[in-house]
């Protein structure tokens, strides 16, 4: 038999996916609930691609006071960071069991800055970002205790602002570097 050839569906997964089988569980309530959050976590993705182009260009986005303004939360993003002249979609490597990728970081005269776009609804948390500057530190060799940071979180309209503690930058990165060793050890026993 010939199978039939489908190139442009190679490495992609379908909504129902079999791999992804638990839909075979789902009534029909449960798999529009599904696919409206599969489509949003698209949209999300999407969101942050505009975004990173945008501040890449420099394209500032119209400002807006509405509250209920879906892309007031993109707008206000894009803007500070362009405003802040940061890089978007910067890639903080600690080994391969620990990196992540920050939406926006800027590093000049000892003064780390960290943004995150959200465009869920979930509460986010400021965790994250705590991570990627304790990455950020352990990369580029930097003492939280010397540097001076601002982490921020856009979702739903708002901006949630935080200077984190040194103390807690230098306890996740002792974790890092911690977990990392064991992750290895484990590896190498395999």
Not at 83 to 97: D, I
Not at 115 to 132: F, N
Not at 146 to 167: A, C, H, M, W
Not at 176 to 189: A, C, G, N, P
């Amino acid at each position: 038999m010939i199978f039939n050839t489908h190139k442009l569906l190679e490495g992609q997964h379908a909504f129902l996916s079999p791999s992804k089988y638990n839909w075979i569980n789902y009534d029909d309530e449960k798999i529009v609930e599904s696919f409206l959050n599969y489509k949003a976590a698209q949209r999300g993705t999407d969101l942050h691609n505009l975004a990173a182009q945008a501040i890449s260009l420099g394209v500032s986005l119209p400002k807006t006071n509405k509250q209920n303004e879906p892309n007031k939360t993109l707008n206000l993003y894009v803007n500070d960071a362009i405003g802040f002249r940061m890089k978007p979609e910067v890639c903080l490597y600690y080994s391969a069991n620990a990196f992540g990728t920050a939406d926006a970081l800027c590093f000049r005269n000892n003064f780390l800055r960290i943004h995150d776009l959200k465009t869920g609804k979930t509460p986010a948390s400021m965790k994250q970002l705590e991570i990627y500057e304790a990455l950020f530190c352990l990369e580029y060799d930097q003492d939280p205790r010397k540097i001076e940071s601002e982490l921020r979180l856009y979702q739903l309209g708002e901006i949630l602002v935080n200077n984190p503690d040194p103390e807690e930058i230098l306890y996740i990165m002792n974790k890092i570097v911690v977990f990392d060793r064991k992750i290895t050890e484990v590896t190498q026993i395999q």
